[in-house]
T-cell receptor, first 111, second 114 residues
Framework: AQTVTQSQPEMSVQEAETVTLSCTYD???????LFWYKQPPSRQMILVIR??????QNATENRFSVNFQKAAKSFSLKISDSQLGDAAMYFC????????FGAGTRLTVKP | DTEVTQTPKHLVMGMTNKKSLKCEQH?????MYWYKQKAKKPPELMFV???????INESVPSRFSPECPNSSLLNLHLHALQPEDSALYLC?????????????FGPGTRLTVL
């Protein structure tokens, strides 16, 4: 069974600084997708960034980028120039046939 | 229109009640999902519909009954629920592929079972 592990229940970052959220996963599949979702206090889940397993190049979306290490089964999220609006619960997710989420990391942004 | 809507936003029901949750999307997506999310926990997949057919049922108790009347609508019928079923129920949709496509989530229905 595929499992997704987020080892940091909570993280804190100063506004304008950079923070990295960790995620590891376990799978025997070669074709899959990885996602980072954000869930602000309003509770609506929003996709932050997506990575295809067959692509070696790390995905980037504006201030958000990933470090995808397929052999190590690691998929970390880097948030640069952190903003107050980045405060949320962040879920790492693995998708093959279905979607599996990690336990989440609650990110606090300090002004 | 790039959103998934869910009604009602909040629902309180007794264990003998029958109620339904509704989810709607008009993005032309052909895959729709129900998730259950307990407080401070990640969403747990319950059901997947692909092209209006149930493709995944994650061993959900029969007191939860999904229905996909058409490609835009997804219902979750509730009957004889237990207090431990209280949670946020999230609906999501994706274009079609079960693997690569982004899932768009609705705001959820917060269900309380008394």
């Amino acid at each position: 069974a595929q499992t997704v592990t987020q080892s940091q229940p909570e993280m804190s970052v100063q506004e304008a600084e950079t923070v990295t959220l960790s995620c590891t996963y376990d799978t025997s599949e070669s074709d899959y997708y990885l996602f980072w979702y954000k869930q602000p206090p309003s509770r609506q889940m929003i996709l932050v960034i997506r990575q295809e397993a067959y692509k070696q190049q790390n995905a980037t979306e504006n201030r958000f980028s990933v470090n995808f290490q397929k052999a190590a089964k690691s998929f970390s999220l880097k948030i640069s120039d952190s903003q107050l609006g980045d405060a949320a619960m962040y879920f790492c997710a693995y998708r093959n046939n279905d979607m599996r989420f990690g336990a989440g990391t609650r990110l606090t942004v300090k002004p | 229109d790039t959103e998934v809507t869910q009604t009602p936003k909040h629902l309180v029901m007794g264990m003998t009640n029958k109620k339904s949750l509704k989810c709607e999307q008009h993005m032309g997506h052909r895959a729709m999902y129900w998730y259950k999310q307990k407080a401070k926990k990640p969403p747990e997949l319950m059901f997947v519909y692909s092209y209006e057919k149930l493709s995944i049922n994650e061993s959900v108790p029969s007191r939860f009954s999904p229905e996909c009347p058409n490609s835009s609508l997804l219902n979750l019928h509730l009957h004889a629920l237990q207090p431990e079923d209280s949670a946020l129920y999230l609906c999501a949709s994706s274009r079609s592929s079960p693997i690569k496509d982004e899932q768009f989530f609705g705001p959820g229905t917060r269900l309380t079972v008394l």
